[in-house]
């Protein structure tokens, strides 16, 4: 089955009470039983919702995985993965990673007892010298939020593999259009499916795909015992969400390669980072691994100050200066102040987050119009 007929058809059947060929909002906290020793499956919507069941095993499909587990968030998916861990347990992560899963490794799990090392992982063989008899865990997150770095993968699948790590591979940039890492050979796949996902800015929900059935017995234990779970009409949206996720992906990737060029060829821009051009660190690795390049670009000004790249945040028309990413709606954003504001300011410069970086959410609007506001803009900077 090819990847548009699955965002619409797996994983879902029609409704065999009624026949309708939406899954139904079961808005339910619990369910009838016939007797203490015999019920249906469910019992307690914390442990299981048809309407999430349904997402589940759709969002598993995306990714050629067996097994699906959505979380009440992102974060509450990364959390769930951690908790796998125990304390003395290390954690091999990169130096240039999203604000919030920094927060939660050292503010969080760094208290419980977890050691992470944040290295550039551009090259595998990077790896090698943080490996411990103590290491439980590779976390990639491929492209990089904000930088766009781009991780090999397969090539940390094989070093890691025979040291028995569990690699985790954070795919919300790229989405399971572009990107598919348990075919790479990772363990688990984290989404953050607020945002390619679902894709209409209008709700919040992580999730999980693995093949392994203990992994997923694992982590299905966590989400039940510690209860970060959506609610069902979360669950209906993404649903419906999903079913044009292919469409908006090719939009969104047509519109954000003509914006790339369109801010690499202009004399007022610095710096652009976009996977797709050819000089883009590791861009042979995105060739092989992405069937893209996805719509999210950041860049730095000539001008190369705070102050300009805030004149042009505030002068933009289409673009909406806002958090997030992946909805139809065209975004811009200041990583230093708003999604990596958590990440100590000496350790964003060091790893190459400057203080006037922007970062670009490419939306599916009129190319013409999303370019045309990048000009009225920059007219506006010194």
Request: net charge neutral.
């Amino acid at each position: 089955m090819k990847f548009g007929t699955k965002a619409i058809h797996a994983g879902v059947e029609p409704d065999p009470t009624t026949g309708a060929i939406m899954t139904p909002i079961f808005q339910t906290s619990t369910y009838v039983q016939e007797s203490p020793s015999k019920h249906k499956g469910y019992a307690y919507a914390r442990g299981a919702n048809p309407t999430r069941n349904q997402l589940q095993k759709n969002i598993a499909a995306l990714e050629n995985g067996k097994f699906g587990l959505c979380f009440s968030s992102g974060m509450g998916a990364t959390d769930a993965v951690l908790r796998l861990l125990n304390p003395g347990d290390e954690v091999i992560t990169s130096n240039d990673l999203y604000g919030g899963s920094y927060r939660l490794f050292t503010k969080v799990y760094e208290r419980a007892g977890i050691k992470f090392h944040f290295i550039d992982l551009a090259k595998a063989e990077n790896i090698t010298p943080y490996i411990t008899p103590k290491t439980r865990l590779l976390w990639l997150e491929t492209p990089s939020n904000p930088l766009m770095r781009v991780i090999d993968i397969a090539a940390c699948v094989a070093l890691v593999k025979k040291h028995n790590i569990q690699v985790a591979v954070d795919n919300t940039f790229a989405s399971p259009y572009l990107q598919n890492p348990l075919d790479l050979g990772a363990d688990i796949v984290m989404h953050s499916v607020t945002k390619y996902l679902g894709g209409h800015s209008d709700v919040i929900m992580g999730a999980l795909v693995v093949n392994d059935e203990q992994l997923y017995k694992d982590l299905a234990f966590v989400a039940n015992s510690c209860g970060a779970v959506p609610g069902p009409q979360d669950s209906f949206l993404v649903l419906r969400g999903i079913k044009t996720l292919h469409l908006r992906m090719e939009r969104h990737c047509f519109n954000g390669k003509k914006v790339a060029e369109y801010l690499r060829n202009h004399p007022k821009v610095g710096k652009v980072y976009w996977p797709g051009f050819n000089d883009h660190p590791n861009h042979d690795v995105a060739k092989k691994q992405m069937r893209d390049f996805g719509g999210m670009i950041s860049f730095t000004l000539k001008n190369d100050s705070l102050e300009n790249a805030t004149t042009l945040m505030e002068n933009m028309e289409v673009f909406s200066l806002a958090e997030s990413l992946g909805g139809v709606e065209s975004l811009i954003n200041h990583p230093a102040s708003m999604t990596h504001a958590s990440i100590p300011r000496e350790e964003r410069i060091k790893n190459g987050l400057s203080d006037s970086l922007i970062r670009l959410s490419v939306g599916v609007e009129d190319i013409e119009d999303l370019l045309a506001d990048l000009e009225q803009a920059l007219k506006k900077v010194s």
